[in-house]
T-cell receptor, first 113, second 114 residues
Framework: GENVEQHPSTLSVQEGDSAVIKCTYS??????FPWYKQELGKRPQLIID?????GEKKDQRIAVTLNKTAKHFSLHITETQPEDSAVYFC????????????FGQGTILTVHP | KAGVTQTPRYLIKTRGQQVTLSCSPI?????VSWYQQTPGQGLQFLFE???????NKGNFPGRFSGRQFSNSRSEMNVSTLELGDSALYLC?????????????FGDGTRLSIL
């Protein structure tokens, strides 16, 4: 089945710096790639997603890039703020997954003021 | 629009007991997926229901089961609880599935097994 690898497991940056989190997936049929942010004790919240017919998507300070050939996708956060500190999860699914998201192991992002 | 609602928020059970968790999806969402979240294994897919039918199932033992009602509300049941079942159980709803809409999560039910 699908396997999603996420790196790094922890990431520490200074406020204002950029942060990049990378994920690779194994199933070439995967066509939907969401990113979730989970603050301590809270629900995972969808922050951005991308489909396989798109190479890049941006939403203010957040962007996601997808390389289908290499089977990897990345989350880019610019001008980081302390409130960006959280655990970030990438995930992958395909049209025949019927509700199944396969998640990466998560990245603990810490933004120091 | 109200979000995904899960009840109860916390549960404490002992080994051998069974438990039922409930999930009410966002209004209009017909797909409900369940996940188990643990520090060691991360987020793992349990199963998905759409129109009262289970369409997909993850790699969990038969002690884990679920169902969906005509109003799209879903329940999951775990029988013969084991210590390793201690986890945060999350449900997520979407219109019909990830390929047609994003999944939105509830706050989860934290299950502790003594």
């Amino acid at each position: 089945g699908e396997n999603v690898e996420q790196h790094p497991s922890t990431l520490s940056v200074q406020e204002g710096d950029s942060a990049v989190i990378k994920c690779t997936y194994s199933d070439s049929a995967s066509n939907y790639f969401p990113w979730y942010k989970q603050e301590l004790g809270k629900r995972p919240q969808l922050i951005i997603d991308i489909r396989s017919n798109v190479g890049e998507k941006k939403d203010q300070r957040i962007a996601v890039t997808l390389n289908k050939t290499a089977k990897h996708f990345s989350l880019h956060i610019t001008e980081t703020q302390p409130e960006d500190s959280a655990v970030y999860f990438c995930a992958a699914s395909k049209s025949t997954s019927y509700g199944k998201l396969t998640f990466g192991q998560g990245t603990i992002l810490t933004v120091h003021p | 629009k109200a979000g995904v609602t899960q009840t109860p928020r916390y549960l404490i059970k002992t080994r051998g007991q069974q438990v039922t968790l409930s999930c009410s999806p966002i209004s209009g969402h017909r797909s409900v997926s369940w996940y188990q979240q643990t520090p060691g294994q991360g987020l793992q897919f349990l199963f998905e229901y759409f129109s009262e039918t289970q369409r997909n199932k993850g790699n969990f033992p038969g002690r884990f089961s679920g169902r969906q009602f005509s109003n799209s509300r879903s329940e999951m049941n775990v029988s013969t609880l084991e210590l390793g079942d201690s986890a945060l159980y999350l449900c997520a709803s979407s219109l019909t599935g990830p390929d047609l809409g994003p999944q939105h999560f509830g706050d989860g039910t934290r299950l502790s097994i003594l």
